[in-house]
């Protein structure tokens, strides 16, 4: 048996040209005998990837998690209600005061209350939550290079990856659980001393000649729980994603 000494076709006795590659065999002098025909790689389509789901999933908590930190600094963290014939409220957020009237809302710095260290408060309230909020955009980011090694077949001991990404998340959740703490403990006292002990509590009320005045946390200061409870959520997504990883595509990830 005669096989085309270019691609390995059997040949057909008495055929000048090879049916498969067109090589003319009247110019080979000594015919190849192959007990196999000679093999050639063949290109074929690349391999389905499983998605890494849990890696997905990560990821995009991650992202509602920056996301409701971002919100969290801008909505009000303590508020006072007046009610009367006149139903006021005064909302404090990290960086300003919105007092509520008939004529639209005014707003005003903190650092207008005479003689006081609300605005000293805040301010570090504000930068506890944009350092959670940075660690989780990087969080973001090692999430979304770990999922494009994976798709894009980047092997190696991308362990430090893994790491930073731990680490980022444990530090927001960290900052995020401190910061409403922290702010009731402070603003309590500052806002005690400031209003002559009328605020003595976070959350109180007092009725006087018919006025009714209640004091409380804001929406913001009740989120930053949730986004605390979030975040320990998608670094469990996260920790469960890096192990699918290293599952599905073993290269990825070193085993310690």
């Not at 770990?146 to 798709?151: T, V």
């Not at 077949?153 to 790491?163: A, E, T």
């Not at 731990?166 to 995020?176: F, G, P, R, V």
């Not at 409380?216 to 989120?223: A, Q």
Request: proline residues 5%; charged residues 15%.
């Amino acid at each position: 048996m005669k096989y085309c000494p270019s691609c390995g076709t059997q040949i057909i006795e008495g055929v000048r040209y090879c049916h498969e590659c067109g090589i003319d065999l009247s110019t080979i002098k000594i015919p190849v005998r192959q007990q196999h025909p000679q093999q050639y790689p063949m290109h074929l389509p690349a391999a389905f990837k499983p998605p890494p789901k849990k890696a997905i999933i990560a990821i995009i908590l991650a992202i509602i998690s920056a996301l409701m930190l971002f919100i969290t600094g801008a909505i009000p963290w303590w508020s006072v209600t007046v009610e009367n014939e006149n139903e006021g409220k005064t909302d404090f957020t990290l960086q300003e005061i919105v007092v509520e009237t008939d004529h639209g809302d005014n707003k005003m710095d903190l650092e207008a209350i005479p003689d006081s260290d609300l605005n000293d408060v805040a301010d570090t309230t504000y930068h506890m939550l944009l350092i959670s909020t940075i660690l989780m955009v990087l969080a973001i980011v090692f999430l979304g290079l770990l999922i494009w090694f994976y798709y894009a077949d980047i092997h190696g001991n991308i362990k430090l990856f893994k790491n930073i990404l731990q680490i980022s998340m444990i530090i927001a959740m960290i900052l995020i659980l401190v910061a409403p703490i922290y702010y009731m403990v402070a603003w309590t006292q500052e806002i005690d001393r400031v209003s002559n002990g009328t605020f003595d509590t976070f959350i109180g009320s007092e009725e006087e000649e018919g006025d009714n005045t209640s004091w409380g946390p804001g929406v913001g200061w009740i989120l930053a729980f949730g986004c605390f409870i979030l975040i320990l959520v998608t670094f469990i997504h996260a920790k469960k994603g890096c192990e699918e990883l290293r599952r599905i595509a073993p290269q990825m990830l070193p085993t310690n």
